[in-house]
């Protein structure tokens, strides 16, 4: 069993509630837009394993560091992070085919800012955008997802809101 904490869209923007509420976790995912490299580095502080891809906004030593794509499994869980991938309906162009060809069963995406979780029944995953954890953009709700991950199940989602305004 591993408890994973996921979020997207910080744009450099740091917040210690981050640290409190993926206390305990497993791994951390940061779904792009991650900004400074710093807030990886802080978050690898927090859990021992911290996987993160490059987002539209991310250049230097994120890229470096970060892949535009990521596929891997944990618990039994295949799983395909990337920042741009749409959402069930609507994935960007050549996604499916690789949601398909992997067998994945949770793709998670950044970009938008909105928080989603929706179950594609076609191809039998669950999607979830965690939304925005930064400042930066229009979103009302800077929010943050917790689940577990167990025998091949997601389980136990939980999403965590951190308002919009700094603290």
């Not at 996987?51 to 250049?59: C, Q, S």
Request: net charge negative; glycine share 12%.
């Amino acid at each position: 069993m591993k408890r994973i904490g996921l979020l997207s869209d910080t744009h450099s923007c740091w917040d210690d509630r981050y640290a409190v509420h993926f206390a305990g976790c497993d791994e951390i995912w940061h779904a792009g837009d991650v900004g400074d490299i710093d807030i990886i580095v802080r978050l690898e502080a927090v859990a021992p394993v911290v996987r993160a891809v490059a987002g539209n906004i991310d250049h230097g030593e994120v890229c470096r560091r970060c892949k535009e794509l990521e596929i891997f499994e944990v618990e039994g869980v295949k799983v395909l992070m990337t920042h741009i991938g749409g959402y069930p309906g609507r994935y960007s162009p050549g996604l499916k085919r690789l949601l398909v060809e992997n067998g994945i069963k949770l793709f998670v995406s950044g970009h938008s800012h909105i928080l989603k979780v929706m179950p594609d029944h076609t191809l039998g995953l669950l999607h979830v955008n965690p939304g925005a954890a930064g400042y930066y953009g229009w979103q009302k709700v800077r929010t943050l997802v917790r689940l577990t991950l167990d025998a091949g199940n997601i389980e136990d989602l939980e999403v965590i809101e951190l308002g919009k305004g700094k603290i």
